[in-house]
């Protein structure tokens, strides 16, 4: 029969008793709570790597715009912009000037299309000389995403029915 030892050298290894030493329980815990480690770390870097890529997948990448437009109070100066997504859902998106002087998040709802848009779009109210931001299409999505309006906009919308006008819609359509 073996002889198990369960005395430690000055060192706190286990004593070595015909070649092999006897498992140390604490030693089997260290190496399954590593392995357990090396699992989750795995778990999280393959998810953090899917989640990262919807973020910031371009639902627009170039839109040049020929006017100043309004996007919740913030106005914007005419220019080329793209829009991003900032969650996989694309409740928040990202408007931004290519230049990168100008950019906004945008809190959105659904919107379905009748049909297919064969190309991304940004959709447009106009009062009068004044624009905003209304919708945003990707090309070959039957559900856009359509911005809520905001106190300027509904105070402009006012004014314009008062005199009995109403918006105008207006496309811009992306480059590829």
């Given at each position: 029969?073996?002889?198990?030892?369960?005395?430690?050298?000055?060192?706190?290894?286990?004593?070595?008793y015909?070649?092999?030493?006897?498992?140390?329980?604490?030693?089997?815990?260290?190496?399954?709570?590593?392995?357990?480690?090396f699992v989750?770390?795995?778990?999280?870097?393959?998810?953090?790597?899917?989640?990262?890529?919807a973020?910031?997948?371009?639902?627009?990448?170039?839109?040049?715009?020929?006017?100043?437009?309004?996007?919740?109070?913030?106005?914007?100066?005419?220019?080329?912009?793209?829009?991003?997504?900032?969650?996989?859902?694309?409740?928040?998106?990202?408007?931004?000037?290519?230049?990168?002087?100008?950019?906004?998040?945008?809190?959105?709802?659904?919107?379905?299309?009748?049909?297919?848009?064969?190309?991304?779009?940004?959709?447009?109210?106009?009062?009068?000389?004044?624009?905003?931001?209304?919708?945003?299409?990707?090309?070959?999505?039957?559900?856009?995403?359509?911005?809520?309006?905001?106190?300027?906009?509904?105070?402009?919308?006012?004014?314009?029915?008062?005199?009995?006008?109403?918006?105008?819609?207006?496309?811009?359509?992306?480059?590829?």
């Open positions: 029969m073996r002889e198990v030892n369960n005395s430690f050298n000055n060192s706190g290894w286990p004593v070595i015909g070649g092999h030493r006897q498992a140390d329980q604490k030693e089997v815990i260290l190496k399954m709570q590593a392995v357990k480690a989750l770390l795995s778990l999280l870097v393959t998810l953090s790597a899917i989640y990262g890529h973020q910031g997948q371009t639902l627009i990448r170039k839109v040049k715009i020929p006017f100043d437009f309004s996007v919740g109070d913030k106005t914007f100066p005419a220019g080329v912009y793209s829009v991003t997504r900032v969650n996989a859902e694309k409740i928040m998106l990202r408007l931004s000037s290519e230049d990168g002087g100008e950019s906004i998040n945008i809190m959105t709802n659904p919107v379905q299309a009748k049909e297919y848009p064969k190309t991304g779009k940004l959709i447009f109210r106009r009062y009068g000389e004044t624009y905003f931001l209304s919708q945003i299409w990707e090309s070959d999505e039957i559900q856009g995403r359509q911005l809520l309006k905001s106190r300027t906009e509904r105070s402009v919308e006012r004014d314009l029915a008062e005199r009995g006008g109403r918006p105008a819609i207006v496309d811009i359509v992306s480059t590829p």
